[in-house]
């Protein structure tokens, strides 16, 4: 079966640096995603990374490991507003986008 | 960047009445588009992917003739929630994929929150 398996729930200091990881086993791999929400809104989109590698995209960073089943999101200089649950799904041999249940972040002052 | 709305972002409605919800993508086409249903502090759970000019395809589970799902148009797709019932409320999301090859991230709209009384 397919499987997505991220913490469910994570506590950080504001200010500090914060590692949520990402497992998966899926049937096939088209790349993974990782997404942003915060309590009753819709989901944002952070980051997209389908090659293996360190992708930076301001406070936020998104790494890959193929081989591995493995991806990490990583959030520097943390800041109040961060606090969401953080979501990572993988778009399988379909195209189907396979999504985890979700970490959620708790940044404390 | 590609946007999402959704239509109306909350409705009340009494037990045994039908509610539709509106998905449109404003500023690109959208031949797949997805429904989402999430209870609190829950998951994402898909309902249904939504394909233009064809049948959806719903998710185990799902009741189709329950969640009337219509893709008439590249940028439009509508849920009709019929026959609601209170287990039915839920926070209802949808999201939209680019119809340009290559392209498969999914958009999000801003969700409806259907409350049945």
Known sequence: ?109 | GAVVSQHPSWVICKSGTSVKIECRSLDFQATTMFWYRQFPKQSLMLMATSNEGSKATYEQGVEKDKFLINHASLTLSTLTVTSAHPEDSSFYICSARDSREGLYEQYFGPGTRLTVT
């Open chain 1, 1 to 109: 079966g397919q499987n997505i398996d991220q913490p469910t729930e994570m506590t950080a200091t504001e200010g500090a640096i914060v590692q949520i990881n990402c497992t998966y086993q899926t049937s096939g791999f088209n790349g993974l995603f990782w997404y942003q929400q915060h309590a009753g809104e819709a989901p944002t989109f952070l980051s997209y990374n389908v090659l293996d590698g360190l992708e930076e995209k301001g406070r936020f960073s998104s790494f890959l490991s193929r081989s591995k089943g493995y991806s990490y999101l990583l959030l520097k200089e943390l800041q109040m507003k961060d606090s969401a649950s953080y979501l990572c799904a993988v778009l399988d041999s379909n195209y189907q986008l396979i999504w985890g249940a979700g970490t959620k972040l708790i940044i404390k002052p």
